[in-house]
């Protein structure tokens, strides 16, 4: 993979872990001029919108009638979103289609492992441990990403 490529991937990983989040982080690069898409949302409301759905995806997470992240209506929705994060964060020696491509990727392997990281309930102490950490995780990558995305010389 280039280096070209890993926002595009990152950004999938971030889908697959917390969904929302990606949006949210989207809409903030949006935002900053950082996106290859124009139609992305870039209007304050939209990021302030953006970021108390993924604060609200967090804490529902952590909700025993949370569904689980691999049936196929969610599924299917978190590699649209990694798709198009990708397409949107490919770097400037990447194509779109390839970020495409990377963010799918990136979304499938995010979904899977941090399912498989974070284990299926919150009913104990260690659970929650590792559903904030899975938080903590997604949040940290979208900023990450975000402040890296669009800028000049990045590789």
Same mark, same amino acid.
């Given at each position: 993979m280039t280096a070209h490529l890993w926002p595009s991937f990152g950004l999938g990983v971030v889908t697959g872990m917390r969904s929302m989040t990606a949006v949210a982080a989207l809409t903030w690069a949006a935002s900053l001029g950082r996106t290859r898409l124009a139609w992305l949302p870039a209007s304050a409301e939209a990021r302030d919108l953006a970021t108390l759905a993924a604060l609200a995806e967090m804490a529902g997470d952590k909700m025993p009638f949370a569904p689980d992240r691999r049936i196929a209506p969610s599924f299917i929705l978190r590699l649209g979103l990694g798709a198009v994060g990708g397409a949107a964060l490919a770097g400037p @020696? !990447?194509?779109s289609t390839k970020g495409m491509l990377a963010g799918l !990727?990136? !979304?499938?392997l995010g979904t899977l492992l941090g399912r498989a990281a974070r284990g299926g309930t919150?009913?104990?102490g260690s659970d929650w441990a590792r559903a904030? @950490?899975?938080d903590t995780l997604a949040a940290g990558l979208a900023v990450a990403l975000v402040r890296s995305a669009g800028r000049p010389g990045r590789s």
């Open positions: @020696g !990447a194509s !990727a990136g !979304a499938v919150t009913r104990s904030l @950490g899975e």
